[in-house]
């Protein structure tokens, strides 16, 4: 039994030693490491846009819970491609967009404080204009990732409230709409942001290249 493998360990053996052979990337041999803490990640949040996002769920919380009293005790949970409800629940199962959206602060949040800790290191060549450019690089990726989040909080929001109240008596026909508005919201919350932002970080990322001679820069502290 012990046989078959001693090729495998063979070519395990020899496909190590042929990597520790191989020359490593290119990188500047100095780079200046400030002692001081790097940015706070306030400084790459924009207050409207994350006050944008609460509101957007606290609108959605307000408003599911005063209709929630008032509804059927099933409302459509799930439809087909022709719009046609393949799904009855109980109201309380909508409370999951709240989850959703909770999920989606949450997970914004994480990537500013990421970002925030991202290495805060210089190369010796314009090391203030380098510095601009990572701040800028930051705050575009932070800015887009508000965009993103907070289009995609509002189609899920509508879609709650529409669902809510298309299950309320005489009001079936805001059903269909709620849906279509949702998700044609989500698709621009994800299209747009990727339209407005990325060409700029295309071309940021591109300056601190040509700065530092590599993007390959750790991003832990």
Do not use: C, H
Request: net charge neutral.
């Amino acid at each position: 039994t012990v046989l078959p493998l001693l090729p495998i360990g063979w070519m395990l053996a020899e496909t190590v030693s042929l990597a520790r052979t191989l020359p490593g990337p290119s990188a500047p041999a100095r780079w200046l490491v400030p002692l001081d803490e790097p940015p706070p990640a306030l400084s790459y949040v924009s207050l409207p846009l994350m006050a944008a996002n609460v509101a957007v769920v606290l609108l959605g919380i307000g408003s599911f819970a005063a209709l929630r009293s008032r509804l059927p005790d099933r409302v459509p949970m799930q439809f087909d491609g022709r719009g046609a409800v393949s799904r009855w629940g109980s109201p309380d199962e909508l409370w999951l967009m709240l989850g959703i959206e909770l999920f989606d602060l949450a997970l914004l949040a994480m990537i500013v404080w990421s970002i925030a800790r991202e290495r805060w290191a210089l190369p010796p060549n314009e090391p203030e204009r380098y510095a601009a450019l990572q701040r800028e690089r930051r705050r575009l990726v932070v800015r887009m990732v508000e965009t993103l989040m907070l289009g995609l909080n509002l189609s899920m929001t509508v879609i709650w409230i529409g669902l809510a109240i298309g299950s309320l008596p005489g009001y079936s026909q805001f059903l269909p709409w709620a849906v279509v508005i949702g998700v044609v919201l989500s698709g621009i919350g994800i299209v747009l942001p990727l339209i407005v932002f990325v060409s700029p970080l295309t071309r940021v990322q591109s300056e601190l290249t040509k700065l530092a001679g590599t993007d390959a820069l750790g991003t832990r502290a």
